[in-house]
C-alpha cells in the first residue's frame, strides 16, 4: 500500500496578481523537492496529465460561495506516512507553508486528507475531494486521516516514528540545499 495526500486551499486573489509571484516562484521547486525526496511516488500534473489517470479534477464543496471555479489543490502518492511527513515539514516546502498565509484564505477545512491506496492504482480527484469533505465531516478515520491521527495501512491507528522523519529530512536537505537558498532569497 502506498499513502495518498490531498490538499487544498483558496488563492486571496488570482495567481496573476503581482502579490502571488512568491507563490508562483516557489512552486516549481516545490515540485521538484518533492520529485527528488525519498519516498516519493507520483503526484498529479492537472490538466497536463493527458493520461487521465488522476481522472478529471475536480475540488471541495468548499469552493461554493468563494466566486473562484478553481483552487490550489494537490494529489499526491508517497511509500509511507513519515516520507510525506519529511517532506511536508522541512526544506523548501516547509518554507511556503511558512508563507502561505499571504496567498491562501483562512481555511475552515483540513489541512490535507490521508488514505491508504493498492500500490498498483493511482487515486482520482474525485476519490481525493470525497475523503477530504468526509475528515471535515467525520473527524479521523482509517477511511481519511491527517498526521495528527495516522492510521496504518491496515487500518489500526498508528504512531509516527519521529526518529525515520529526521533522518528523512536530514537526506531530503542535501538534495534540496540549492533550492532552499534559492527559496529563501525569493520575495514572499
Known sequence: MYLAS???????KSLEDPSFEGFNLREPLNFEAAEQ???FVARSKYDSDESGAWGEQVFPRFIKGSGLESGL?????????????????SGVHANALKHGHHWN??????AVVLWWVDEDRLPTWSEAVERFEYLHDNGPSAFAFD?????????????????TVKALKAYNARGQREKLTAVLAMKV
Do not use: C
Not at 490531498?6 to 486571496?12: D, E, M, Q, S, V
Open 73 to 89: 489543490s494537490q494529489l499526491s502518492v508517497w511509500r509511507d506516512i513519515e516520507t510525506l511527513m519529511a517532506f511536508t515539514y
Open 37 to 39: 525526496a525519498l519516498g
Open 6 to 12: 490531498y490538499n487544498f486551499g483558496l488563492p486571496r
Open 147 to 163: 498526521f495528527k491521527v495516522p492510521f496504518d495501512s491496515d487500518g489500526r491507528p498508528a504512531t509516527i516514528d519521529r526518529s
Open 105 to 110: 484564505r483562512k481555511r475552515e477545512w483540513p
